[in-house]
């Protein structure tokens, strides 16, 4: 992974052995989102169209949740919430759920269905 001053942002996939995390800040221009397998000890950067910090996996883990913003802030925003599917050979495809997401603090997902 390089240089780095640790993670802004991690988020677990259910049922393997895989985290997303994101390393840097954008305001800095060092924002970079990977996927880590903890399995076989190795790291790839995703090749987003635009840096994303990680919020999230959605409870079946076939969708990365990413934001603009990371940090918990009275009134932060307005934030852009994307839905990336990553396909296989690394192809990824993301969908803008919202750009108006104010002070988005997000735990996790449940499945109710």
Do not use: C
Not at 71 to 99: D, M
Request: aromatic share 10%.
């Amino acid at each position: 992974m390089g240089p780095y001053s640790g993670f802004t942002s991690l988020a677990w996939r259910t049922g393997t052995q895989t985290v997303a995390a994101s390393t840097g800040f954008d305001t800095n221009g060092d924002l970079k989102t990977w996927l880590l397998d903890l399995r076989h000890d190795s790291a790839v950067q995703l090749r987003l169209p635009k840096a994303r910090y990680v919020a999230g996996w959605d409870p079946g883990g076939d969708v990365l949740i990413l934001s603009t913003g990371w940090q918990i802030l009275a009134n932060g925003g307005p934030y852009e919430i994307i839905a990336a599917k990553i396909g296989a050979g690394g192809s990824i495809s993301t969908t803008v759920l919202t750009q108006k997401a104010v002070t988005f603090p997000v735990v996790g997902f449940v499945r109710t269905a």
